[in-house]
């Protein structure tokens, strides 16, 4: 009988891992549907910078609240997940609570998992109240319809239940010790359960045996399940934050790119010595890339990565000044939008045996409109504002770059400007001689 | 008094055989506009009383490219930017001072990679390291105890981290330095970055200057102080729009240490 349930569990357990690593194998190939972008050096302050934003949680209490109530739930899912590993191994051995000849230190583990899961309860009912009764504003705009509302709240309860299940699992246990049943020895703390099992000893043994296994099983299969449910959601940010941060751009905020491959473009232009009809030298011909992007595959890796690293907190779209103002720009649905359209690739191309069918579709105009994009003042507050370092920014600009570059296709005001640029050296049609006038005035 | 400024050009210095210690980035707005030629001005008085040797491109500088590099034409901007790079590498320029955190950015973050690299500062910046120096003095006099409130640029605040050299400055003027609601790293945009200076704005249910003036008037501020000719012009607009101009006023950071020394 027990073989039985070991043989069950190891399958189970098999087929959590298994499905979720087809699912990161997938993800990873979606990733690098992007451009290459070299992003390795600097490897102490990129290690810095993770442990900072991702790890420390640095930029989450900018907004106290929030930040700490979301310190609770991270450091307890982090730390409670330590008794995964107890279970994993009670499960394939048959064993039980294995690890309490720890004695002492068990008891303290156990003890502070069982304060932690309490209250992460507690935040976790906070944030629920945040976003379904308070109703605060950024979790209120028309990219969080739908689906996006259901995932916040589906991963909430998923938390609390969860949670419920490890104290119920601990509350039957300490009832069965202290009744003396056998395989229940006396191991652990149990601070929060010890109230609810007073409430469920007088069920009997039998009964408390059932509901430890009931809970002790639902508990770790809720736990694949949830482990499974991050790559439909949002709440993939748990492992992307961290090398999401580690690859964050460590410029100055203020410093954008410059492109490549308009610098040997340009170089040639001003080369008097250059031949503009030249044929390219041998191995020197490269696919001539487009300029900027117009869908997913036009971005780099890191931005794709970005896209799936965002958890919509919408810290960005209300920091955003076009945003405050009422403009149609939401960073929140930018990044929303290169991740949907990825997803849409990526599917595209599963279902293709591996190569992408032309769609019809792309991520300008039948996601994100051209409203939205020449909304952007790139004041920088969305990529200061994200706790894990995401930079929407750098897409709004490099879809710029194709709407100038490779459709003409910016207002006419600032094409205007443009001309005065090319034509005086100045955004107003001034003279370029006239540069010193205000030296006489 | 305007004829009494000194302006040097390199193309003046270098037929004298001299070299300036620093380049003054005017930059378009600083060169053309109206407003921002006063801020100009005021600098240059300051540099003249601290006997700053410095010196202007004059009719050689040219836009450094930066509202094409963010309206998205990478093209535009590299060209602007390789031509002014011939220009600062002909006379062999070291260091820049500018008072467009704009200008500022792009030679600072944006020329490097393409062949130009100077030590770039703000003016704001400069005019601290004047007063550390003990080059310029300054007294607080008329701006003494007056509510003034900085508003920062996105380009030298959360751009480039500099948030404590005009502040410096203000507190220099024995003024009382208030803060809006939103600033420093949250600093909110006067609406004017990433060439939206040149188009109208996107439909919406107000403009960004109006709301980034509101927060300058919630901070009950007497003179609300720039470090950027774009930002002065917005806010300038925005007191005017609510009908505040006798009360606010809206000030660079040089035209407050000019101001205050009578220059």
Known sequence: MNYVSQIVFALV?????????????????????????????????????????????????????????????YVGFIIINIEVIEIIIDGLFGTHRVLSFLGGFYDFLIGSFEILALLVIVSVVIFWIRRNIIK????????????????????????????????????????????????????????????????????????????????????????????????????????????????????????????????????????????????????DEQDVAKFGASDVGDLNWVQLMNAYSCTECGRCTSECPASQTGKKLSPRKIMMDTRDRLEEVGKNIDANNGVFKEDGKQLLDDYITREELWACTTCNACVEACPVNINPLSIIVDMRRFLVMEQSAAPMELNNMMTNIENNAAPWPYNQMDRLNWRNE | MSNSIKVPTMAELTAEGKIPDVLFWVGCAGSFDDRAKKITKAFVKLLNKASVNFAVLGTEEGCTGDPAKRAGNEMLFQMQAMSNIEVLNSYEIKKIVTSCPHCFNTIKNEYPSLGGQYQVVHHTQFLRSLLEEGKLTIEGGKYKGKRITFHDPCYLGRGNNVYQAPRELIEKLDAELVEMKSCKKRGLCCGAGGAQMFKEAEKGDKEINIARTEEAMDSKAEIIAAGCPFCNTMLTDGVKSKEKSTSIKVMDVAELLADAEDL
């Open chain 1, 13 to 73: 357990l098999i087929a959590g891992i298994g499905y979720f690593a087809a699912n990161l194998k997938r993800l990873i190939r979606n990733i690098r549907l992007g451009r290459d972008l070299e992003r390795t050096d600097r490897k102490p302050e990129r290690w810095k910078t993770m442990i900072l934003v991702a790890l420390g949680q640095q930029k989450m209490v900018v907004r106290p609240i929030a930040g700490i109530l979301h310190i609770i739930v």
């Open chain 1, 136 to 283: 605060l504003r950024r979790f209120l705009f028309s990219e969080m319809k739908g689906w996006p509302k259901s995932d916040a709240n589906i991963i909430l309860y998923f938390e609390v239940v969860l949670m419920v299940l490890f104290l119920t699992m601990n509350a039957a246990d300490y009832s069965l010790q202290q009744l003396g049943s056998e395989h229940y020895q006396q191991a652990g703390a149990f601070p929060v359960s010890q109230y609810l099992s007073n409430l469920i000893t007088p069920l009997g043994e039998s009964s408390l045996i059932l509901i430890e296994r009931s809970a002790w099983w639902l508990h770790i299969v809720g736990i694949l399940i949830f482990l499974n449910y991050l790559y439909y959601s949002k709440h993939l940010h748990i492992l992307l934050a961290f090398p999401n941060t580690w690859f964050s751009d460590l410029n100055p905020l203020g410093q954008m790119n410059n492109m490549e491959s308009v610098t040997s473009e340009v170089k040639l232009m001003m080369d008097p010595e250059a031949d503009p009809y030249a044929m390219p030298e041998e191995g």
